[in-house]
């Protein structure tokens, strides 16, 4: 891997593309890696975010690759009623009725869906802690997994009984502004599910370049390539002439996204964008389209110096 972004030459593209995000009241980490010649262009790409959603990429990777060691029945049946199901977000968390799915399945939830019951339901058998020691033995650094979904909602119910959801959301924001600790500890990227664009790079370029055991990382890409939840960066980069596989991660001020554009002449690249948001607002599309605006201007100047090499 070659980081190409003190190049003066690419001094104006990394500066918009900043430019972009804080315009639309963003923050954050982008980085653009091209599979095949592994150059890249990075914005703050080791700065650790908490992952929201995106801890559910780690999550499925892992025990997919533990039923694939033999450790883990990927057919074994599990029941989720009332009782046994976590909070937060859509999907089982909304059933009326209880819902047997096997392990493979709530593993396929909760990419395309990204249905944090389903992942919580996952980590059961494969706690974070083992996600993260998996993580490690693939040489994968920048990248922890500490506590399920469902505390991130647990934490946002307990802070939002003395105050309303909004007044946690700006608290949040005002936190990160002023780098106080987060009001809401699975927020605290010491605490949190937390990764760096660069480490979630790493792993997905595993899961692209066969590191990672064929079936598993084939079953992976199956699930990233039917991620539901494409309002963010797909609108940038999936058309006929390319693919986007990806996973999202949103909580509160967070938004985030994390996949691969392959095009039909064959270039690949992975796309990594960690985000905050400066303004208490849930729906916020600007701040999405400066996400697609800022990283396609990344993805273009690398591919096309890649083309001229």
């Avoid at 249905?115 to 974070?128: E, H, I, K, M, Q």
């Amino acid at each position: 891997m070659t980081d190409l972004t003190q190049e003066p030459a690419f001094a104006p593209v990394v500066s918009r593309a900043a430019s972009v995000l804080a315009t639309a009241g963003l923050s954050g980490s982008l980085l653009v890696r091209h599979l095949g010649t592994g150059h890249q262009l990075a914005i703050d790409a080791d700065r650790p975010f908490p992952l929201a959603s995106l801890a559910k990429l780690p999550l499925v990777a892992a025990a997919l690759d533990a039923g694939r060691r033999g450790e883990l029945d990927l057919a074994q049946q599990v029941t989720l009623d009332h009782r046994s199901r976590s909070r937060g977000g859509p999907g089982i968390a909304r059933f009326t009725h209880p819902a047997t799915l096997a392990l493979e399945d709530l593993a396929r939830i909760s990419i395309e869906h990204s249905d944090s019951s389903a992942a919580d339901a996952l980590f059961r058998f494969v706690p974070p802690q083992s996600v993260t020691a998996w993580l490690r033995a693939a040489g994968i650094r920048g990248v922890v997994i500490r506590h399920p979904i469902e505390d991130l909602y647990v934490s946002l119910a307990a802070q939002a009984r003395s105050s309303d959801a909004a007044a946690v959301h700006s608290l949040v924001i005002s936190a990160d502004q002023l780098g106080h600790p987060s009001p809401l500890p699975q927020l605290d990227v010491e605490l949190a599910n937390s990764g760096t664009a660069h480490g979630l790079a790493d792993l997905i370029q595993q899961l692209w370049d066969g590191s990672i055991g064929d079936d598993v990382a084939a079953a992976v890409r199956h699930m990233m390539a039917g991620n539901l939840l494409r309002h963010r960066l797909s609108p940038d980069f999936a058309s006929d002439a390319a693919s986007w596989s990806s996973k999202t991660g949103s909580f509160l001020h967070l938004r985030h996204e994390a996949g691969v554009v392959e095009h039909v002449d064959g270039e690949t690249l992975i796309v990594v964008a960690l985000t905050r948001s400066r303004i208490p607002a849930t729906i916020q599309p600007a701040a999405e389209h400066a996400m697609g605006q800022a990283a396609r201007l990344l993805h273009d100047e690398l591919l096309a110096w890649c083309a001229d090499q």
